[in-house]
C-alpha cells in the first residue's frame, strides 16, 4: 500500500527562524514524492518534487527538502520563514505501484503559523 | 493560457439536487483529476483520468460521476447531493501522475 504521514498537523515559527516540515512515506517501489503549498482560499502549488535524481531538492521561495529513503522521509525545510510562508503545506507521494494505479496520495497537511 | 478552471466558485445545493462542477484545461494535458478536500483530511481523490475516453475510481468515488469526452474538459457530477458532500472540490490537471499537478481554484459546495 501507498501512504504518507505528515507528522505535524500544525506548526508555529517565528519570522526568520527555521521551518521544519516532516513527511515520512511507505512505498513499494521508489516514489515520486512533492511539496504542494496551499495559501489560504487558493488552489495548490508546486513547491518541489523529488524523481530519484539529486536527494537534496531545491524548491521555490527558499525551500528545500531531503529525500531519505533509509529512513522513508521527506522532509521540507527554510532557514528563515517569511510572514508570506504561513499555508498549509501537502507532502504528496506517487508510486509506482499497482495497487496504487495512477494515483497520488495526498498526507493530512500542515498548517504553517508566522508569528512577527 | 488560463490553465485549469473550475466552475462555479461556490455553489449551494439542497439534499437531493444534481449539479455539475466543470473543469477545463488548456495544457493539453492528459491526466485530469478531482479531489475533495475537508479539514484535517489533506485531499482526497474522488476520480481520474488518464486520457479522453478512459476514466477510473479514486478513494473516495460514491455518489460521483465522471466523464472525459474531450482532452481539455473533466466534469463531475453529483448524482444526488448529500450534506457529506459539502466540502471544496479541486481539479488537477498533468502529464502524468508523476509530473507537476496543476490544480484549478477551486468550488466550494455546501448542500443543505
Known amino acids: 500500500a501507498q501512504s504518507v504521514t505528515q507528522l505535524d498537523s500544525h506548526v508555529s515559527v517565528s519570522e526568520g527562524t527555521p521551518v521544519l516540515l516532516r513527511c515520512n512515506y511507505s512505498s513499494s517501489y521508489s516514489p515520486s514524492l512533492f511539496w504542494y503549498v496551499q495559501h489560504p482560499n487558493k488552489g495548490l502549488q508546486l513547491l518541489l518534487k523529488y524523481t530519484s535524481a539529486a536527494t537534496l531538492v531545491k524548491g521555490i521561495n527558499g525551500f528545500e527538502a531531503e529525500f531519505k529513503k533509509s529512513e522513508t522521509s521527506f522532509h521540507l525545510t527554510k532557514p528563515s520563514a517569511h510572514m508570506s510562508d504561513a499555508a498549509e503545506y501537502f507532502c504528496v507521494v506517487w508510486g509506482m505501484i499497482k495497487a496504487a494505479g495512477n494515483k497520488l496520495t495526498f498526507g493530512g497537511g500542515t498548517r504553517v503559523l508566522v508569528k512577527p | 493560457n488560463a490553465g485549469v478552471t473550475q466552475t462555479p466558485k461556490f455553489q449551494v445545493l439542497k439534499t437531493g439536487q444534481s449539479m455539475t462542477l466543470q473543469c477545463a484545461q488548456d495544457?493539453?494535458?492528459?491526466?485530469m483529476s478531482w479531489y475533495r478536500q475537508d479539514p484535517g483530511m489533506g485531499l482526497r481523490l474522488i476520480h481520474y483520468?488518464?486520457?479522453?475516453?478512459?476514466?477510473d475510481q479514486g478513494e473516495v468515488p460514491n455518489g460521483y460521476n465522471v466523464s472525459r469526452s474531450t482532452t481539455e474538459d473533466f466534469p463531475l457530477r453529483l448524482l444526488s447531493a448529500a450534506p457529506s458532500q459539502t466540502s471544496v472540490y479541486f481539479c488537477?490537471?498533468?502529464?502524468?501522475?508523476?509530473?507537476?499537478?496543476?490544480f484549478g481554484p477551486g468550488t466550494r459546495l455546501l448542500v443543505l
Open positions: 495544457m493539453n494535458h492528459e491526466y
Open positions: 488537477a490537471s498533468s502529464q502524468s501522475p508523476q509530473e507537476t499537478q496543476y
Open positions: 483520468s488518464v486520457g479522453a475516453g478512459i476514466t
